[in-house]
Nanobody, 118 residues
Framework: QVQLVESGGGLVRDGGSLRLSCTAS????????MAWYRQPPGKQRELVAA???????NYAESVEGRFIISRDNAKNTVYLQMDRLKPEDTAVYYC????????????WGQGTQVTVSS
């Protein structure tokens, strides 16, 4: 099992930027894929971005071109650079790892709040 801790959230104005970090309790080098999810107020959790251990990335259409996911295996950390933020990006952001046994993302952290004011 791996524990994930998210950080970097905060309050930012429309058009601003934030960089989220997700630090793991152990090496992530062998984890097939890491992802960022978010849960807006009153809505279901949704996938924002994912990155494989080979560096392949995919993004939700709503963040394509504004967000960049990256990973530093040496630091056991996954990042989410968020630019040109919009009020609709307001949510609690979670980090997760892909479990190759269950074929699902799990090991959710406590989340970090991102609030974008208009």
């Amino acid at each position: 099992q791996v524990q994930l801790v998210e950080s970097g959230g905060g309050l930012v104005r429309d058009g601003g930027s934030l960089r989220l970090s997700c630090t793991a309790s152990r090496s992530i080098a062998t984890i097939t894929s890491m992802a960022w999810y978010r849960q807006p107020p009153g809505k279901q959790r949704e996938l924002v971005a994912a990155i494989t251990n080979r560096g392949r990335t995919n993004y939700a259409e709503s963040v394509e071109g504004r967000f960049i996911i990256s990973r530093d295996n040496a630091k056991n950390t996954v990042y989410l650079q968020m630019d040109r933020l919009k009020p609709e990006d307001t949510a609690v952001y979670y980090c997760a790892r892909y479990n190759s046994d269950t074929l699902r993302f799990d090991s959710w952290g406590q989340g970090t709040q991102v609030t974008v004011s208009s």
